[in-house]
């Protein structure tokens, strides 16, 4: 084994025939193992999806369970209310919706609503969800929630009930709650059943839907609630026993990647940062103690700020109201499900004791208590990638915005900048959809929202441009309480400045406002949600990275209307576990066998070395130049024997590409030869001569029989054509020599500044100024004076012309239309010149000059 001059070392050709056997081998080994590998991943995988799809099959058939329970049951519910007769009462009210909840266990709650405001709900409380949150009696099975209206005073009733329907207590509130104003009411309707999306149901705070149906017949709206813990827990009791699925992560999802089940559900708490408790004193103690559960409000989707997956709250706003309840002990609880006009409204009848994320600017402000500060926002325009640029809303003037409705600063914007046209959306996917479709210029809002509404929807076309603060866009959202609130207001308030003064509120700015926002109970996976949106992928396995670990997803549709997905996520080992040890067996086995094959090989590797090195012996010849020397060499291997031949015939096509380059070179020199000595007609053929002269020069010395060029002779003809080359090249510094000095009549011609002559020609004006001015003086001596003055002026303005001219002469290459015309008036000036003899004119035209010549200056 040598080593190159490059550092690298070489192998010898028997190290090289052993090395490329275990190439080879390894090659088919590696190939052998990955056709396994193959083989058994597409089985394995073939299982799986086998498997997956038995899956997608029992959750298809549970969801359309799940749905068709709630319509079916919704729809005799309205059937039998409508169609017997009379009002019914709480007990035939109990008894019809107890009849319901016989072998249906998704059945969270059923309840019927009137245009009164009278409601009556049945809960069955055998489930465990319940349970944990109701401190209940043994035995107690059913509770009756009712809500009237009595004179002036609303109520709850609650009633519990063994499982015999035996009364087991009853317990009056007052109540707030109006059926009227929810939303599954306001949107039923008699001719279907309506599927409300996700939301945490009023009086048990889990996480369900809806269906409800409006009875025209008794001005009401029946409703069925049916938990989403139910369908989580049933993935769990279904699945369980499937071995594939243990470790996996199963959802079932909309269509935009929001989770309506799952086996592992989000915890409704986002890991929040641990604070000390505030400080109380004994009388805000006893406010806390005696404080009721405060009720606050909470946004669909407003995130990062404010917003619900899966019925539960999270962003900014939850994650602080629960830090304050950690903080001083109050109890908050969240209600969504709900448009934010409907908040508002749900606020001012005082069904929310709590409305936040307020702009400090917003009216409800002055007729409420305004607590400090929650959290502070800036704002920015969601544009086209392709638009103009806007850093003010000044820049907005005569552009289209959107907006979306409900903001209190879009009529304080309308009035304080008419210019600008503001367009009302009721989502933002509506609005970003415009922005990209270029139906207007952006969308204004806060920009922690705009940012995460560009990322959730993916919107590579658009772009984020910040605004500058000015006094109508708040940066500032607070919230508001009613007046009979204030002690706990002040609480609050505080609690604000202590987590503030602890670094807790810059904690949540970093979490939620400065960093990637953390994704609750929503699939943030861009592979996945492409998944979703694109049908041909639905029953099969993909293999993607979720948090940078390898897995396997499967997708499918397991509803159509509402459309709901199945995502099952599985990590790759999980799947192909048994692949891996199986390719590694075989693996080992492989090489095992090379082990034994390698000095076989070595030995039966020697032919072939002895041509090789003959081979290189030939191809040094070629690096010497030595090309007619170079032989060719038989060996009885046809690939060894064939290179002998190539480098055989290289060298011979080498030998005369070399003679080849050697003539062309020669015709270039005297290419160059001749373009001298075409420079001048004074010395044509001078560089021709020289070669022949010297060539009949060297021949003679050669020949020549003196003592003087006994020892003068060429070795060789590569010294001969060395010595021609030369006299050819004798002359070859004057190819850059200008032309005007090779080609020369006289010895006296040159080029030279012709602002010689021009100043000649100004001084030639210079004399015949003077010599007017003489002759005037002595025709009218009595105007010496002004002659002199005449003279004067003359001479003054033929040297501001003379510097002008020389001005030019050395100025840039631009000038102007005034210098130019100012020049020509110069040129114009008529310029004598007397000579008595003009030898050129004389020598070159052989007649006489006239005595007094005009030239223009």
């Keep these: ?104 266990e998704f059945l969270h709650s059923i309840y019927v609503g009137y245009d009164n405001d009278h409601f009556v709900q049945l809960f069955n409380l055998e489930s465990d969800y319940i349970s944990e949150q109701l401190d209940l009696m043994e035995g107690e099975t ?116 929001r989770i309506i089940g799952s086996s592992h559900f989000d915890s409704k708490k986002s890991n929040l940062p641990y604070v000390e408790p505030m400080p109380l004193s004994d009388d805000q103690i006893t406010t806390v103690i005696d404080a009721p559960i405060l009720t606050v409000s909470n946004q669909l989707n407003w995130e990062p700020i404010d917003f619900a997956v899966g019925g539960q709250p999270y962003g900014y706003s939850p994650d602080l109201f629960r830090l304050i309840s950690d903080t001083t002990g109050l109890q908050f609880q969240f209600v969504n499900g709900l448009l934010w006009s409907e908040l508002v409204e749900d606020f001012q009848t005082k069904n929310i004791d709590i409305l936040q994320s307020i702009a400090t600017t917003n009216s409800i402000t002055d007729s409420h208590i305004e607590g400090n500060i929650l959290y502070e926002l800036d704002y920015a325009v969601a544009s086209h990638t392709e638009s103009a640029t806007f850093s003010s809303l000044s820049d907005l003037s005569g552009k289209t915005i959107g907006m979306i409705d409900g903001w209190s600063v879009i009529e304080k914007l309308i009035e304080s900048y008419p210019e600008i046209t503001v367009y009302r959306y009721e989502s933002y996917s509506d609005a970003l959809k415009d922005v990209q479709e270029r139906r207007i210029s952006g969308v204004l809002d806060n920009r922690a929202v705009l940012t995460n509404k560009l990322k959730r929807n993916n919107q590579d076309t658009l772009r984020l441009q910040a605004i500058e603060h000015v006094q109508i866009l708040p940066k500032g959202f607070t919230y508001v309480a009613r007046d009979e609130l204030r002690p706990y207001v002040e609480i609050i308030n505080q609690a604000l400045q202590y987590l503030e003064t602890a670094g807790v509120i810059e904690q949540l700015n970093h979490r939620w406002l400065k960093s990637p926002q953390q994704t609750f109970g929503h ?279 003379f510097a002008f001219v020389a001005n030019v002469n050395i100025g840039g290459e631009f000038l102007n239309d005034q210098d130019k015309e100012r020049l020509i008036e110069i040129a114009k000036q008529p310029c004598n010149a007397i000579s008595t003899i003009n030898l050129v004119y004389h020598l070159l035209r052989r007649d006489v000059c006239p005595l007094k010549v005009t030239h223009f200056l």
């Design 142 to 257: 059913w509770m009756v929630v009712v809500h009237k209206t009595s004179g002036n005073a609303r109520t709850k009733t609650t009633r519990y009930f063994f499982d015999t329907l035996e009364l087991s207590r009853e317990v009056t509130t007052l109540s707030n709650y109006y059926p009227t104003e929810r939303g599954w009411y306001t949107r039923a309707t008699p001719d279907s059943v309506s599927k409300s999306q996700p939301y945490l149901f009023h009086n048990i705070r889990i996480t369900g839907q809806t269906f409800s149906k409006r009875l025209p017949e008794r001005n009401a709206v029946v409703g069925v609630d049916i938990s989403l813990a139910q369908l989580g827990s049933h993935f769990e009791q279904s699945l369980g026993d499937v071995e594939l699925l243990k470790g996996a992560e199963v959802y079932v999802t909309t269509f935009d990647g």
């Design 1 to 104: 084994m040598s080593k190159h001059s490059n550092g690298f070392k070489k192998l010898s050709i028997r190290r090289a025939v052993a090395l490329l056997f275990i190439v080879v081998i390894s090659a088919t080994a590696i190939l052998s193992a990955s056709l396994i590998y193959s083989l058994t991943k597409q089985r394995e995988i073939d299982t799986a999806l086998s498997t997956l799809g038995l899956v997608s099959s029992i959750v298809s058939d549970r969801l359309e369970q799940f749905d068709d329970v709630g319509e079916q049951t919704t729809n005799q519910l309205a059937y039998l209310l409508s169609t017997t007769p009379g009002e019914k009462s709480t007990a035939e009210l109990i008894e019809i919706f107890g009849a319901a909840f016989v072998g249906n």
């Design 523 to 801: 699939i943030s996976n861009e592979t996945l949600l492409s998944r979703i949106a694109n049908s041909l992928s639905f029953g099969e396995i993909t293999a993607i990275d979720i948090d940078d670990k390898p897995s396997f997803v499967f997708v499918d549709q397991v509803n159509n209307v509402p459309a709901e997905y199945l995502i099952v996520s599985l990590p790759e080992e999980k799947v192909l576990g048994e692949v891996y040890k199986y390719v590694m067996y075989n693996v080992a086995w492989t090489l095992a066998a090379l082990v034994i094959m390698v000095p076989i090989v070595w030995y039966f590797s020697t032919p072939l070395s002895n041509p090789i090195y003959r081979l290189v012996k030939e191809t040094d010849k070629v690096k010497r130049r030595q090309y007619d020397q170079v032989e060719k060499h038989s060996s009885p291997v046809r690939e060894v024997d064939e290179l002998s031949t190539a480098i055989f015939d290289m060298s011979q096509s080498l030998n005369q590409y070399q003679q080849s380059q050697e003539e062309f070179i020669e015709s270039i020199i005297q290419l160059i030869a001749k373009t001298i000595d075409s420079k001048s007609p004074y010395t044509g053929g001078h560089c021709l001569r020289v070669p022949e002269l010297a060539l009949m020069l060297v021949d003679a010395a050669e020949q020549a029989k003196d003592p003087a060029f006994e020892s003068f002779h060429f070795k060789n003809d590569a010294e001969r054509r060395e010595f021609r080359i030369a006299a050819w090249l004798h002359d070859c510094g004057k190819i850059t020599t200008p032309e005007y000095v090779v080609d020369k009549g006289t010895k006296l011609e040159t080029n030279y500044n012709r602002i010689n002559e021009v100043r000649t020609r100004f001084e030639v004006l210079w004399r015949d100024a003077e010599i007017e001015a003489l002759k005037s003086e002595i025709d009218t001596p009595e105007n010496k004076p002004q002659i002199i003055e005449a003279l004067q002026a003359r001479q003054q303005m033929l040297r501001e012309q």
